[in-house]
């Protein structure tokens, strides 16, 4: 079974412009969430989607976005880029079970915004 | 309560040796942990998990450990190998309203083995 897929791999972008990333989930999984990962912070908790609704946000501006498909595909969105937006950015896939939860991760999408 | 990584805690150990990770989380009522591990240029690679309702899980080569009353996890590496150096990170699950749910994540612990 093929893993968490996240496009591009590496990204250099300039401050002001805009940026989508892109993540497939494990096949069957239907819970997507992503996650900002920089040395100072960690790795710090975006928002998560769940049959295309998004189920839970964290604590980042609304420059920040995402949306999911139909196919449970996710793409994340982030508009007029800042220095500070240089980071990791990791996608997590899982089946949402209740009772047991693992979060799958992508390679993660390096963001470098000049 | 958020992670903040300003200094990775750095543990070295012997290879052979047994390695002892701690973690402390913030929330009390959360009942999923996970342990993960990150190698340089990956992304985090799921180790093992426990529930609140256990104290300790064991897997190959490793053993969680959660203690409730302190709000404080475990990993313990049995005969600890060069393939185990990389970041480990305990990460917490939380509840937001009634559908809501992500991973809290510490702040990690960078492993070095040496020869």
């Known amino acids: 079974k093929a893993g968490v897929t996240q496009t591009p791999r590496y990204l250099i972008k300039t401050r002001g412009q805009q940026v989508t990333l892109s993540c497939s989930p494990i096949s069957g999984h239907r819970s997507v969430s992503w996650y900002q990962q920089t040395p100072g912070q960690g790795l710090q908790f975006l928002f998560e989607y769940f049959s295309e609704t998004q189920r839970n946000k964290g604590n980042f501006p609304g420059r920040f976005s995402g949306r999911q498909f139909s196919n449970s595909r996710s793409e994340m969105n982030v508009s007029t880029l800042e220095l500070g937006d240089s980071a990791l950015y990791l996608c997590?896939?899982?089946?949402?079970?209740?009772?047991?939860?693992?979060?799958?991760f992508g390679a993660g999408t390096r963001l470098s915004v000049l | 309560g958020e992670s903040v990584g300003l200094h990775l805690p750095t543990l070295s150990v012997q290879e052979g040796d047994n390695s002892i990770i701690n973690c402390a989380y913030s929330?009390?009522?959360?009942?999923?942990f996970i342990w993960y591990k990150q190698e340089s240029g990956k992304g985090p690679q799921f180790i093992i998990d426990?529930?609140?309702?256990?104290d300790k899980r064991q897997g190959q080569r490793v053993t969680v450990l959660l203690n409730k009353t302190v709000k404080h996890l475990s990993l313990q590496i049995a005969a600890t190998q060069p393939g185990d150096s990389a970041v480990y990170f305990c990460?917490?699950?939380?509840?937001?309203?009634?559908?809501?749910?992500?991973?809290?994540f510490g702040p990690g612990t960078r492993l070095s083995v040496l020869p």
């Open positions: 929330n009390s009522a959360s009942d999923y």
């Open positions: 990460a917490e699950k939380v509840r937001q309203g009634n559908y809501g749910q992500n991973f809290v």
């Open positions: 997590a896939s899982s089946s949402r079970d209740w009772t047991k939860n693992i979060q799958y």
């Open positions: 426990i529930r609140s309702n256990m």
